[in-house]
C-alpha cells in the first residue's frame, strides 16, 4: 500500500525559508521509474507544480520558482525534502507530495498517489 | 514553459448529462497529458494518464481522447459524486505544468 504524508510548519515569518518533508511508505525511490513531485495550491486556486526528484537523483523545478526551490531525498529514511527560501504571504498554499512510478523516458509521468497536504500560511 | 489552457473555467450540468472538458498545451505534447479530479478539501486524484488511459479503479463513464495539443475529458453520464473540479497536466517536459482547472457545478 502506498502512502506519503507532507509534514512541516504551519505558519511561517516573511523572508524564513520553509522545510518540508515528504514521508512515504510502499515503495522505493531507489526503484528504477521512480519519482517524488511537490505540487502546491494557493486556496481557492489552481494546482501549481513546483518540483520533481527521481530514482536517479535527478531534479526539475519550476522556472519562475527555480532560485528559491531545493528538492533532495533520503532513500533508507523514504523521504524527499523540499525547501523554499525567502517566503513570502503568496506563498501561503497547500503543498502536496506525489509519486510517479512512471518517471522515466516515454512513461506517462502520472501522479497515481498523493499525500493529504499540508498547508502553511506565511504571516508575520 | 508549455502553458495549459482549460475549457470551459466552469461549467453547470445535471446528473445523467454528458460532458467535455478541453485542455490545449501552448505546444505539441504528443499524448503527455494527464487528468485529475479534485473534490474540496481533498488531494487530487488521477483519473486519466497518457490521454486515454483509465486509471484502475476509476469508473468507465470518464474517458479521455486527444493528442499533440487538443485533448478532451469525456464524462458519459454525471453523477452526483462527479461534481468537483478536473485538472489537465502535461508530463512531456519541465516544468510539469497543470491548466487552471474546470470546476463543474450542478445546475
Known amino acids: 500500500q502506498v502512502t506519503l504524508r507532507e509534514s512541516g510548519p504551519a505558519l511561517v515569518k516573511p523572508t524564513q525559508t520553509l522545510t518540508l518533508t515528504c514521508t512515504f511508505s510502499?515503495?522505493?525511490?531507489?526503484?528504477?521509474?521512480?519519482?517524488v513531485y511537490w505540487i502546491r495550491q494557493p486556496p481557492g486556486k489552481a494546482l501549481e507544480w513546483l518540483a520533481r526528484?527521481?530514482?536517479?537523483?535527478?531534479?526539475y523545478y519550476s522556472t519562475s520558482l527555480k532560485t528559491r526551490l531545493t528538492i533532495s531525498k533520503d532513500t533508507p529514511k523514504n523521504r524527499v525534502v523540499l525547501t523554499v527560501t525567502n517566503m513570502d504571504p503568496v506563498d501561503t498554499a497547500t503543498y502536496y507530495c506525489a509519486r510517479s512510478g512512471r518517471c522515466s523516458g516515454g512513461s506517462p509521468g502520472d501522479l497515481d498517489y498523493w499525500g493529504q497536504g499540508i498547508l502553511v500560511t506565511v504571516s508575520s | 514553459d508549455i502553458q495549459m489552457t482549460q475549457s470551459p473555467s466552469s461549467l453547470s450540468a445535471s446528473v445523467g448529462d454528458r460532458v467535455t472538458i478541453t485542455c490545449r498545451p501552448s505546444q505539441s505534447i504528443s499524448s503527455y497529458l494527464n487528468w485529475y479530479q479534485q473534490k474540496p478539501g481533498k488531494a487530487p486524484k488521477l483519473l486519466i494518464y497518457a490521454a486515454s488511459n483509465l486509471q484502475s479503479g476509476v469508473p468507465s463513464r470518464f474517458s479521455g481522447s486527444g493528442s499533440g495539443t487538443d485533448f478532451t475529458l469525456t464524462i458519459s453520464s454525471l453523477q452526483p459524486e462527479d461534481f468537483a473540479t478536473y485538472y489537465c497536466?502535461?508530463?512531456?517536459?519541465?516544468?510539469?505544468?497543470f491548466g487552471q482547472g474546470t470546476k463543474l457545478e450542478i445546475k
Open positions: 497536466q502535461q508530463s512531456y517536459s519541465s516544468p510539469y505544468t
Open positions: 510502499g515503495f522505493s525511490l531507489s526503484t528504477s521509474g521512480m519519482c
Open positions: 526528484i527521481d530514482w536517479d537523483d535527478d531534479k
